[in-house]
C-alpha cells in the first residue's frame, strides 16, 4: 500500500510561484493515479489536477489551466504540482491523493475515490 507526504507549501505573492511535491511509500506506486485536491476555509475540497498511473494522462481544474503543471516521477515515487501566477483565490490547504487505478488513462477528479490522502500542506497567496 502507498502512503504519500506532501512537502512545499508556504506564504507567498499573488502573482508568484511555488512547488508542492508530493512523495511516495510503497513498491506499488506505479499502481496509482495521482491527484492534488484543495480546501479553502468553509469550502469543500476540489479537485486541482491528477496524472495516470505512468504519466501518459493528466487533466487539470479550469481554473488552474495554464497555471499549474503536474508531474510525476515514477522512478523517485514522486509526484509535483508547479503553481505560478498565484492568485489569492488559490489559498487553501493542498492534499495529494492516491487511487489504485491500473488503466493508462484514467484520472478521478472525484475526492470519494481516492483512498490514500496526505496530510495537506497549507498554501497561503497574499494580495
Known amino acids: 500500500q502507498v502512503q504519500v507526504v506532501e512537502s512545499g507549501g508556504g506564504l507567498v505573492q499573488a502573482g508568484d510561484s511555488l512547488r508542492l511535491s508530493c512523495a511516495a511509500s510503497g513498491r506499488t506506486f506505479s499502481d496509482y493515479a495521482m491527484a492534488w485536491f484543495r480546501q479553502a476555509p468553509g469550502k469543500e475540497r476540489e479537485f486541482v489536477g491528477g496524472?495516470?498511473?505512468?504519466?501518459?494522462?493528466?487533466i487539470s481544474a479550469d481554473s488552474v489551466k495554464g497555471r499549474f503543471t503536474i508531474g510525476r516521477d515514477n522512478a523517485k515515487n514522486t509526484v509535483s504540482l508547479q503553481m505560478n501566477s498565484l492568485k489569492p483565490e488559490d489559498t487553501a490547504i493542498y492534499y495529494c491523493?492516491?487511487?489504485?487505478?491500473?488503466?493508462?488513462?484514467?484520472?478521478?477528479?472525484?475526492?470519494?475515490?481516492?483512498?490514500?490522502w496526505g496530510q495537506g500542506t497549507q498554501v497561503t497567496v497574499s494580495s
Open positions: 496524472v495516470s498511473r505512468n504519466g501518459g494522462y493528466k
Open positions: 491523493a492516491a487511487r489504485k487505478d491500473l488503466r493508462f488513462l484514467s484520472v478521478s477528479v472525484s475526492p470519494e475515490e481516492y483512498g490514500l
